[in-house]
Each structure stands twice: as structure tokens, then as C-alpha cells.
């Protein structure tokens, strides 16, 4: 068995099934994606749309592309045909624009809102009390095209399993208080370094690259 067949069955199996495993596969080639897929993975995530627009035309049509990088808003058409999930809308340029190409591909398509948690310096996400007023004011319902399904977050790189937590924390807590008015299914929280603690605050969907494709050459 190879390890990236061998590291997918370890994450089915430990896994709870309330949990969606999103193989994190950039910068990683078509064949480590065909691996996993063979090994009944069917849901990747990417960080740059031109690479994940290729990966798409390549690979398997049944396969759930989801986009967990920044998002420029330019390149937002490349994606709109196909994407499953944009787990990083942070911004309402960003919005307005999904609603633009989903709308052209007679789609609705879902959407997670970044919050910016980590304490550390990070420069995507919106702030916590930019999202919970963009969520109070209901602002993501102007846009018909576009349906916000949950929340997504990045903890700060660090060591602190303490701050790690306080960081998930407070997203649980934001999820947590708009999570019946919206009907949010989504709390995209975890990678390889951190997703045990982000499943104790709760996360529903966790994104793993290199615990299971191996460490990356170049990371972005
Ligand atoms: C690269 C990336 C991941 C996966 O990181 P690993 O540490 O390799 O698991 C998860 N989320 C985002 C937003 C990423 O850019």
C-alpha cells in the first residue's frame, strides 16, 4: 500500500463521520490526487485557481474541488463553473463578484465566511466583529447566488496549544451563535499541525495536506 493510500484510510478510520476530510493536494501532482481517489477520497483542496482549474479538466469529474486560498477577484470566473466550496470569502468585493459568475453559470454556489482568528499577523480573513456584524445585518443575503453554509478559520503557526485553542474558541462561539439562524453546516477549522484541537471546538470539516501527500516543496 502506498502511504498516501495508507494515510487516507488512517484519516476515514479515525475520523468521526460528522467530519468532512478535505486532502489539501497543492503544489502536488495529478498522480498523488489519483492515489487518494482510488483510495476513496473525493473531496481536494487548492489554494490557486489556475492550478485547480487544471487539476479539474485533468482528473475525475466526480471529484469536490474546494478553494481554501485567497481569492482574487479576477480569477473568480475560472472557478465559478465547478467549485464545491470557496472556503474563503472574506470580503464583500468578493461576494458581489461570486454572485456575478454564479449567476452566469445558473449556479449557486456555497460559500464559507473567513474569520480572521489567529493573533498573530494575518492578512486574510475578516475581523471577528466585521463578521459577526456582516452576519447580524444579514449582509450575505443580498447576494441570491452566493448561499454562506459556515465559517472557516486559521489558527496562528505556533506551538501554544493554549493559544490554539483560545484561537479555534472563538470561532466555535461565532459558528455557535449565528449557526441556527443560517442554517450553517460548515465549521472548516484543522489542518495537519493543529486539527485535534480544532475537532475538541468542534469543526466539522478538517483540511489536510502534507499528513497526507508528505511535506510540500515550495509552500504557499
Ligand atoms: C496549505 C493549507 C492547508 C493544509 O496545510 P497542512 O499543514 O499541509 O495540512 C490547510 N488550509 C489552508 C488554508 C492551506 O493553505
Known sequence: MSEITQNISQFKASLSEKVTLVAVSKTKPNEDIEEAYAAGQRVFGENKIQEMTDKWEALPKDIQWHMIGHVQTNKVKYMAPYVSLIHSADRLKLFKEINKEAKKNDR?????????????????????????????????????????????????????????????????????????????????????????????????????????????????
Open 108 to 220: 449557486i454556489i456555497d460559500v464559507l465566511l473567513q474569520v480572521k482568528i489567529a493573533e498573530e499577523d494575518s492578512k486574510f480573513g475578516m475581523s471577528p466583529e466585521n463578521a459577526k456584524e456582516f452576519l447580524e445585518h444579514n449582509t450575505a443575503n443580498n447576494y441570491p447566488n452566493v448561499r454562506v453554509v459556515g465559517l472557516m478559520g486559521m489558527a496562528s503557526f505556533v506551538d501554544d496549544e493554549t493559544q490554539i485553542s483560545r484561537e479555534f474558541s472563538q470561532l466555535e462561539k461565532i459558528y455557535n451563535t449565528f449557526k441556527d439562524t443560517y442554517g450553517f453546516k460548515v465549521l472548516s477549522m484543522g489542518m495537519s499541525g493543529d486539527y485535534p484541537i480544532a475537532l475538541k471546538h468542534g469543526s466539522t470539516m478538517v483540511r489536510v495536506g502534507s499528513a497526507i501527500f508528505g511535506a510540500r516543496n515550495y509552500d504557499n
